[in-house]
C-alpha cells in the first residue's frame, strides 16, 4: 500500500514539475499566435475538413529566456570546437543541406534538453495543437543549424534555405539566439505569401519570424517552406522532424501528392523539349513510338497504333510550364494533403489493426 502510495506521489511530483516549468515559461509574457494557410483548392465534398489542424502555423514560447541563452552558449561552443556551423551537412539532409549538428552528437545539449523536459513540451504542444497523441510521436530528426551572412571569409555557411518540404508530418524551428541579433530570416511558407497581415510576426511574403528568443514555429513539414534569407548578423535555430506513427496517417494520401509535384516538377521540361524541336520552323514534337512496340505490334496490331511524324506544340504544355500556374497547382495539391494525411483517433486504429481494437 506504502509503495503504491509514494508511486502515486512520485508521478504527482513529476506531473506538477512539467506543468511548473511550462506555466512559468507561459506566464513570462508567452507567446500564443496561429498563422492559417489559405484555401487554395474548391471541393464542395472536402469543404467541412478546411482548414484541417495541419493548415495552422502556430508560434508559441517553448524556453525561457534562459534556458534558450544556455542552448545557445553550449551549441556555440560545440560548434566551435567541431566546425560544424561552417559547411553544409550533406550526411543528414541530402537535399537541403544546412550548416548544423546533430543534437544526439552533442551530448551536454542533450543532457540540458532532457533536464528541461524538452521532448515532453514539444509534445505536449504538437498534441494540443495538431491533436497526434503523445505515444504516437517520435523525433525523426532534431539538429541545430545555423545561418550567417555569406562573406569571402565562410563560403561553406549558409544564409538561407531554398523552399522545400520536410520528410516528416510536423516539424518545427525555434530560434534560440535575439532577432534583435540579425536582420531579415524566419521561416517563408510559400502558402501564407499573399496573406494580408496585422501581425509583426507575419512579415511580407508568408515570413514567420519570432520577436523573442525562445519562441517556435511550429508548422506541417508539407507545407512548402525555407529560411529566408538573412541580410545581416546570426541566426541560430534548432530545427526537429517528428514522425507520426504509421496507423495515423491515410493510406495513399502522400504518394498521391507526391505524383502530382512531381508531374509540375517535369512540366517545365517537357516545354523545354517541345520548344527546341521544330520542323519548318514550326515549334513541336516529333512523334516514332516504334522503338517501345515489340515487333508484332509495332504495325498496329493488338489494338495499339504505330505513332510516326511531326505534331505541332501543345498549348496545354505551354501554360503548365508557366511558373504562377505551377505553383497555384503545388499549393492545391499541398492543400488537399493537409486536409487528409492525419486520420481522427478512431479512424486510424481501426484501419490499422483491421477493426479489433477498442478505442479507449
Ligand atoms: O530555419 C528555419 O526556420 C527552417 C529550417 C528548415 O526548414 C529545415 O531545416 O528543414
Ligand atoms: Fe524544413
Known sequence: MIEIKSCILYILALSDCRSNALSTIRSAASTRLIFTLPRFYEDKVDDAIYPSPLHN??????????????????????AKATGRWDRPDSDRHA?????????EDCTILEDYLEKIGFTGRIFDELNE????????????????????????????????????????????SITIN???????????????RDVVSTSSV????????????????????????GANAITSGKRTVLVGFVDVAPWCERPGALSAACRDWGRMDVASLRYERQSKKTRSGAKGWILNNSRWMSKKTSKGGAGRSHLEGFSPAFASVESRADKEFQRQKNL???????????LSKPESK?????GDVTVL
Open 57 to 78: 502555423i502556430h508560434v508559441r514560447t517553448i524556453l525561457s529566456d534562459d534556458e534558450a541563452k544556455a542552448c545557445l552558449r553550449i551549441s556555440s561552443d560545440f
Open 95 to 103: 537535399s537541403y543541406a544546412t550548416c548544423d549538428f546533430a543534437v
Open 129 to 172: 495543437v495538431y491533436g497526434v497523441e503523445q505515444e504516437d510521436m517520435s523525433f525523426l530528426d532534431l539538429f541545430c543549424a545555423h545561418y550567417q551572412t555569406k562573406t569571402d571569409c565562410n563560403q561553406g555557411s549558409m544564409d538561407r534555405l531554398e523552399p522545400h518540404r520536410d520528410g516528416s508530418i510536423l516539424s518545427f
Open 178 to 192: 535575439d532577432p534583435d541579433d540579425f536582420e531579415g530570416g524566419g521561416t517563408l511558407f510559400d502558402g501564407l
Open 202 to 225: 507575419l512579415k511580407n511574403g508568408g515570413v514567420v519570424r519570432p520577436t523573442r528568443a525562445g519562441d517556435a514555429v511550429f508548422h506541417s513539414g508539407k507545407a512548402l517552406h
Open 332 to 342: 492545391e495539391t499541398e492543400d488537399k494533403l493537409l486536409r487528409t494525411i492525419l
Open 350 to 354: 481501426i484501419n490499422f489493426f483491421g
